[in-house]
């Protein structure tokens, strides 16, 4: 089974509007964390949010926050007021078991947002 | 920018060949983590290093190894080249000092195998 999965390959949004983009996960350990990045046409990868297990609140980070369903096994990106520059793939991560205690981390397949004018 | 730094930008070489991509971790981080981007696999994680000693394995081939020298800086060597190996090579890292284990990426290695 995917650890990480991300079924929206592409998504598009009106400038100004909010767009969620899904992310489930699989993992039996009650320990994780969760990470969304941002990839640019560019390449590189920036981090923009990180949801930990036991977190009791949502993250929230600026324009953007996590839809934390963990019944669910959902993490879902919310970008609220979409602008031209958050055109890019947007991917969803697990890092598995307590954390700095060398760790596998997983990485869904992205979901690539177009935002139009 | 993410404070990691990684050379080359960009690599071409031949199938059978041996390259090593460089990577410069922030200031401060002691873990990095190397990851393979390829159009078919996707994000994948290779191998984690820290304060100089191998911490977690991914999908790394045999043919593939890394290092983390005293500096923190790290190496990933990639033998024996085959063309399914292009791909891009990013390099993150982060700290342990309270806080998350969030990695910050540095820019990337581009690796074409002709």
């Known amino acids: 089974a995917q650890k990480i999965t991300q079924t929206q390959p592409g998504m598009f949004v009106q400038e100004k509007e909010a767009v969620t983009l899904d992310c489930t996960y699989d993992t039996s350990d009650p320990s994780y964390g969760l990470f969304w990045y941002k990839q640019p046409s560019s390449g590189e990868m920036i981090f923009l949010i990180y949801q930990g297990s036991y977190d009791q609140q949502n993250a929230t980070e600026g324009r953007y926050s996590l839809n934390f369903q963990k019944a669910r096994k959902s993490a879902n990106l919310v970008i609220s007021a979409s602008q031209l520059g958050d055109s890019a793939m947007y991917f969803c991560a697990m890092r598995e078991g307590v954390q700095h205690t060398g760790n596998q981390f997983y990485f869904g397949t992205g979901t690539s947002l177009t935002v139009i004018p | 920018d993410s404070g990691v730094t990684q050379t080359p930008k960009h690599l071409i070489t031949a199938t059978g060949q041996r390259v090593t991509l460089r990577c410069s971790p922030r200031s401060g981080d002691l873990s990095v983590y190397w990851y393979q981007q390829s159009l078919d696999q996707g994000l994948q994680f290779l191998i984690q290093?820290?304060?100089?000693?191998?911490?977690a394995k991914g999908n790394i081939l045999e043919r593939f190894s890394a290092q983390q020298f005293p500096d923190l800086h790290s190496e990933l060597n990639l033998s024996s080249l085959e063309l399914g190996d292009s791909a891009l090579y990013f390099c993150?890292?982060?700290?342990?000092?309270?806080?998350?284990?969030?990695?910050?990426f540095g820019p990337g290695t581009r690796l074409t195998v002709l």
């Open positions: 993150a890292s982060s700290t342990p000092s309270g806080g998350t284990d969030t990695q910050y």
């Open positions: 290093y820290y304060n100089g000693e191998e911490r």
